[in-house]
Nanobody, 130 residues
Framework: DVQLQASGGGPVQPGGSLRLSCAAS????????MTWVRQAPGKEREWVSY????????KYADSVKGRFTISRDNAKNTVYLQMNSLKPEDTAVYYC???????????????????????WGQGTLVTVSS
């Protein structure tokens, strides 16, 4: 079975840091692009970041650029999201998703709908509050 298990969320004060992890199994992780999508309470989903299969390409939403860093360890089948200088507006459930190289070629942008991705994980809640 395919699994994407996100972890690392929790409460944190403004200005603090968290590192999210997403452990993958059941598919060839190293050949997939990985992405993070978040959904704040009462708001629409927002695409956050992607990393290519070899980690040679990365991109961030403007809202997190300079504060968040995406990385991956293909030996551990895990993608990470290091989040620094957290703000209350970063409060959200964070989801990881996987998309094959072939599917990415059809993308005109990075989507927030789970049905656009090959695999979608359960979320982890990040709460930024004093």
């Amino acid at each position: 079975d395919v699994q994407l298990q996100a972890s690392g969320g929790g409460p944190v004060q403004p200005g603090g840091s968290l590192r999210l992890s997403c452990a993958a199994s059941g598919f060839s992780f190293s050949t997939y692009y990985m992405t993070w999508v978040r959904q704040a309470p009462g708001k629409e989903r927002e695409w956050v970041s992607y990393i290519s299969s070899s980690a040679g390409s990365k991109k961030y939403a403007d809202s997190v650029k300079g504060r968040f860093t995406i990385s991956r360890d293909n030996a551990k089948n895990t993608v990470y999201l290091q989040m620094n200088s957290l703000k209350p507006e970063d409060t959200a459930v964070y989801y990881c998703a996987a998309v094959s190289v072939m599917t990415v070629k059809t993308f005109s942008s990075w989507y927030t709908d789970e049905y656009e991705y090959d695999h979608w994980g359960q979320g982890t809640l990040v709460t930024v509050s004093s």
